[in-house]
């Protein structure tokens, strides 16, 4: 079976300081990866997905970049990091289907960030 | 411009009452949808989905509805229990969204569902 992983599980840092948020998933092949942010009392905000190694789309312009050094690996960065930052980070992963069909996406854990 | 929307930021439920979440959509080339529920701190848990093919889909206590016509989809929980409590996002799939079928989903705000015993 599938599983998703995501570390760590709370964050606190300071402003200006850097990020790196790891997700990585077993059990599946060449999926599509996305990182979402739920900010307080919100919905959730598609920041980056992947459809293969090394290939990144962002959805919305910020102070965050993402990265797939291997097929089942996907992290989160930021070189300085602002107090508008702070969320409830989320990964997930779908199957990779053709064209013209979707499928569900399943998620991980969640990591809580607090920019202070 | 948001293409998923969630009308009722709360819904309280009497324990074994009927729960009925509400979910609206704009774009017309959606074609499936799905419905998760979150616990505070925790990743959202896929619950149900259906296809534009259908307008109905059951899966033990929760029931999916969906009108085309009027963009309009729900989700029926009978009976509602306390562990039922939760936020429910609803979230809509466009495949002709993209050059490549990535599967982006959009969501809506989320249902804060309370079900009293």
């Known amino acids: 079976s599938q599983t998703i992983h995501q570390w760590p599980a709370t964050l606190v840092q300071p402003v200006g300081s850097p990020l790196s948020l790891e997700c990585t998933v077993e059990g599946t092949s060449n999926p599509n990866l996305y990182w979402y942010r739920q900010a307080a009392g919100r919905g959730l905000q598609l920041l980056f997905y992947?459809?293969?190694?090394?290939?990144i789309s962002s959805e919305v312009p910020q102070n965050l970049s993402a990265s797939r050094p291997q097929d089942r690996q996907f992290i989160l960065s930021s070189k300085k990091l602002l107090l508008s930052d702070s969320g409830f980070y989320l990964c997930?992963?779908?199957?990779?289907?053709?064209?013209?069909?979707?499928?569900?996406?399943?998620f991980g854990p969640g990591t809580r960030l607090t920019v202070l | 411009d948001q293409q998923v929307k969630q009308n009722s930021p709360s819904l309280s439920v009497q324990e074994g009452r009927i729960s009925i979440l509400n979910c609206d959509y704009t774009?017309?080339?959606?074609?499936?949808f799905l419905w998760y529920k979150k616990y505070p701190a925790e990743g959202p848990t896929f619950l149900i989905s259906i296809s534009s093919i259908k307008d109905k889909n059951e899966d033990g206590r929760f029931t999916v509805f969906l009108n085309k016509s009027a963009k309009h989809l729900s989700l029926h929980i009978v009976p509602s229990q306390p562990g039922d409590s939760a936020v429910y996002f609803c979230?809509?799939?466009?495949?002709?969204?993209?050059?490549?079928?990535?599967?982006?989903?959009?969501f809506g705000q989320g249902t804060i569902l309370t079900v009293h015993p």
């Open positions: 992947s459809v293969g190694i090394g290939q």
């Open positions: 997930a992963w779908s199957v990779w289907v053709l064209s013209g069909s979707t499928d569900t996406q399943y």
């Open positions: 979230a809509a799939s466009d495949p002709s969204a993209g050059g490549t079928s990535y599967g982006k989903l959009t």
């Open positions: 774009n017309s080339m959606f074609d499936y």
